[in-house]
């Protein structure tokens, strides 16, 4: 306040011209006595004058202070009643916010209210879910421990326990909250108390050794180190602290250093410092004769006025760091350029009456009360000082954290700051890496449950708060849900959870596909096949003359062949991603072709019956059937009835295109509904009545006496089919997804294949390795026998 006032004195640009003076009251922490040196202010009396004016001189403009809450309210409702303006640097309770009741007070302090709500974002930022917290049994202790708690519970977190400190010392009380803080998981202590209620806690906690918490304090406490005991600072090593923001003010650090007793020769303080400082005693007088002894007579040696400041650790005498001297210095200058103003008046362009303008050597409180809540101002450090409508300035919070060194030296560092002036998003910044967490780098873990791991939700615990909690896994197909991690949500039926079942993801598509090896390779089994047949085709078409391919009805044989080229490729309708032509397509063409094949087969069963039957001169009705090429009719007319049983399939209930969902877990199989069961059943049971009747035909033809008699090789080739297709229906229904696919693909390509080798590989291995039997005497002969 010194500085202050001399600053502003030798100041060109304010006041100038005019000298301000002041007085200094101590109030000794004591209501009482911030009570009465405010009512001797008032009346001008060391004898107080209640509601009277003895001031031989004029009364002072303006008080500044007190520091702490509890003193600067009773004041705040004197002065209130006269609008005398009063600037606290230090008194931080929110009640003084209030204008009806303190209508004259400002503050260059942010309101307690936004140090407990920064505290409470502190406790989120580094995820503390489960604290403690110690407050003093007073209105400030007690209302802020309730915005507290309901802060970090918004937050998302819970309070331990809340414990609350006696303002008068209790040995009990101090015992019984150390024993709840020794045995809570809560590693983190929010201490929103005041000093002198928290000396004895902290010594306890010190005696008992209580080193593995860390201590969250407020601005009351946490920025002194003037613990009694050295053991407490040990204690609090690495605790984190909130408190008003410090600031610079230039030429201040050589002005402290420049204090000299000589200096201040009435200042009842420099001389008792200069003595704690340096250790040193005064003489009786100053500067003393050579007649005293080197020693004062405790043994201390005698002060000569020559010790230098700058030599004091700073811990000590701290010339750098200034948050309430800041505060001070920003409320004289505050009504130094309230005074500039009032002097600066243009009369008739007032703010009062008409027009009037107040003297600055005889106003009225409440005229200065006037300019002093409109004053804004640039400050020495270049910072923009003013006050809000309820006397609040703008919130800027600094976050201390308490260093303990081996040599027993400590300090508060500076780690980071809010400051509601700040852009959004950055009004909090906090530089993690220069925290020391009681020796460790790491910040504490304080929860009374740790988090869920992914895909699990949080089950609380019956009785208990919500932080407390047992974890249980999502159901299949179920995430996480974001806004609440007690409960877990159903996935849409076309999506599916991720691996950490935090969010839904599209299912993977599975068809048969080609570009995958089970699809290309059948595709390759398919065409080889059909390849080979084209090879046994044109084998029959050079050797169309020979025996062996006339006496076995050339023509139908054709036919079968061609018709079983298709059957191999009709495969590859199967393969590749179902649409609703290729569904429709699939079971059509493959049961059209099929029954041609199996109708091929009957006729070619049944000519070889009637053409042996025709050998009998007796028969001569077979014989004309046999010129009529009757057999050849039954090809069109079986696959006619094959095909008007598909058009009332795709006409009443055709296939189509589904997504199945519900096949595999993760997984949408796209593939083809065979819509109308009844009509497939249909489809399938025609072919099967085709290939019974063409086993049971051959069968009873099979001892014909003939070289060259396919009826045995047809029985063969049904017996095979009829194995196939009996194999197929229970593993067609026990399989899921594209398998099914692969099972009536298989069963296609064997059935297939069945026919061809069974039917034409035995003929054409007697056209290529044993050509001396495809002679037409081994034809005759055979006839005759």
Not at 40 to 54: D, E, H, M, P, Y
Not at 264 to 273: A, C, G, H
Not at 275 to 282: L, Q, V
């Amino acid at each position: 306040m010194v500085y202050a006032i001399w600053e502003i004195n030798n100041s060109p640009n304010i006041l100038p011209n005019i000298t301000l003076g002041f007085d200094l009251y101590d109030s000794c922490y004591n209501q009482v006595r911030s009570l009465m040196e405010t009512t001797r202010i008032l009346s001008g009396k060391k004898t107080v004058a209640l509601n009277f004016n003895c001031h031989t001189k004029s009364i002072p403009s303006a008080i500044v202070g007190d520091m702490p809450s509890k003193a600067s309210i009773p004041i705040a409702r004197i002065l209130g009643l006269y609008r005398y303006p009063q600037i606290s640097y230090a008194s931080a309770h929110p009640s003084l916010s209030d204008k009806i009741q303190f209508p004259s007070f400002l503050r260059t302090i942010p309101n307690d209210n936004y140090e407990v709500l920064e505290i409470a974002n502190l406790v989120n930022y580094f995820n503390w879910t489960w604290v403690g917290i110690i407050t003093t049994d007073n209105e400030l202790g007690r209302s802020g421990s309730q915005l507290l708690t309901k802060e970090i519970e918004h937050n998302g977190g819970c309070v331990a326990f809340l414990e609350i400190l006696p303002i008068y010392n209790s040995i009990e009380s101090v015992n019984r909250i150390i024993d709840v803080i020794k045995k809570s998981k809560a590693t983190v202590i929010v201490v929103y108390s005041t000093m002198e209620n928290l000396i004895p806690l902290m010594e306890e906690a010190s005696f008992q050794n209580v080193t593995d918490k860390v201590w969250l304090g407020c601005g009351s406490w946490s920025i002194t180190s003037d613990f009694p005991r050295p053991d407490i600072l040990t204690t609090l090593n690495g605790s984190l602290g909130v408190a008003p923001s410090s600031g610079k003010i230039p030429g201040f650090k050589e002005f402290l250093y420049s204090i000299h007793p000589t200096k201040y020769p009435d200042d009842i303080f420099i001389k008792t410092f200069w003595e704690k400082a340096f250790g040193c005693a005064w003489a009786p007088y100053y500067p003393f004769n050579n007649t005293f002894s080197n020693t004062s007579a405790d043994g201390r040696h005698w002060c000569t006025g020559e010790e230098r400041l700058d030599s004091i650790d700073p811990n000590i005498y701290d010339v750098f760091n200034f948050r309430y001297t800041y505060k001070t210095h920003n409320a004289v200058f505050a009504i130094a350029h309230a005074l500039h103003e009032m002097q600066s008046c243009v009369p008739e362009r007032g703010p009062f009456v008409n027009g009037s303008c107040a003297s600055i050597f005889s106003h009225k409180p409440w005229q200065l009360l006037h300019y002093v809540k409109k004053v804004h101002f640039k400050n020495t450090a270049g910072e923009q000082v003013f006050f809000d409508k309820n006397g609040d300035i703008p919130i800027s919070i600094d976050i201390l954290n308490w260093w303990l060194y081996p040599n027993g030296s400590n300090q508060y560092v500076y780690v980071g700051k809010y400051d509601e002036r700040a852009p959004e998003g950055s009004k909090l910044q906090i530089d993690e890496n220069k925290i020391m967490w009681n020796g460790h780098k790491q910040p504490p873990i304080s929860v009374c449950s740790y988090p869920c791991p992914k895909g699990f939700r949080r089950a609380n615990r019956q009785g208990q708060k919500i932080c407390c909690f047992d974890c249980i896994p999502c159901s299949e197909g179920e995430i996480l849900n974001p806004n609440d991690a007690t409960e877990c949500l159903k996935c849409p039926e076309d999506q599916w959870p991720n691996t950490s079942k935090e969010k839904c993801v599209p299912k993977s598509i599975q068809f048969l596909a080609y570009d995958e090896i089970l699809g290309s390779s059948l595709a390759s089994i398919s065409i080889i096949f059909c390849l080979l047949t084209f090879s046994v085709f044109c084998l029959f078409l050079v050797k169309h003359k020979t025996p062996i391919v006339k006496a076995n009805n050339r023509e139908l044989s054709y036919l079968l062949l061609v018709s079983l080229m298709f059957c191999f490729l009709c495969s590859l309708v199967f393969i590749g991603r179902p649409s609703m032509v290729t569904c429709m397509l699939r079971q059509v063409v493959f049961g059209v072709i099929f029954s041609i094949c199996l109708s091929i087969i009957l006729a070619k069963t049944i000519t070889v019956i009637m053409v042996f039957r025709a050998t009998n001169p007796a028969d001569t009705k077979i014989r004309k059937l046999v010129r009529r090429r009757i057999p050849v009719y039954i090809i069109p007319f079986c696959s006619l009835i094959q095909i008007l049983i598909c058009l009332i399939w795709l006409t009443s209930s055709a296939p189509f295109e589904e997504f199945n969902k519900m096949v595999e877990i993760g997984t949408i199989v796209i593939e083809c509904n065979e819509g109308s069961k009844v009509l497939f059943s249909c489809v399938l049971g025609y072919m099967g009545l085709l290939a019974s009747i063409s086993l049971i035909v051959a069968f009873l033809a099979r001892n014909l006496p003939d070289t060259f008699n396919e009826t045995k090789f047809i029985t063969f080739s049904m017996l095979v089919f009829a194995s196939v297709w009996i194999t197929f229906i229970p593993a067609y229904l026990s399989t899921k997804g594209k398998y099914m696919v692969t099972v009536e693909i298989f069963a296609i390509i064997s059935s297939s294949a069945g026919m061809l080798v069974c039917i034409f590989f035995p003929k054409c291995y007697i056209i290529l390795l044993q050509p001396e039997m495809n002679d037409k005497r081994n034809i005759i002969g055979s006839k005759k026998r």
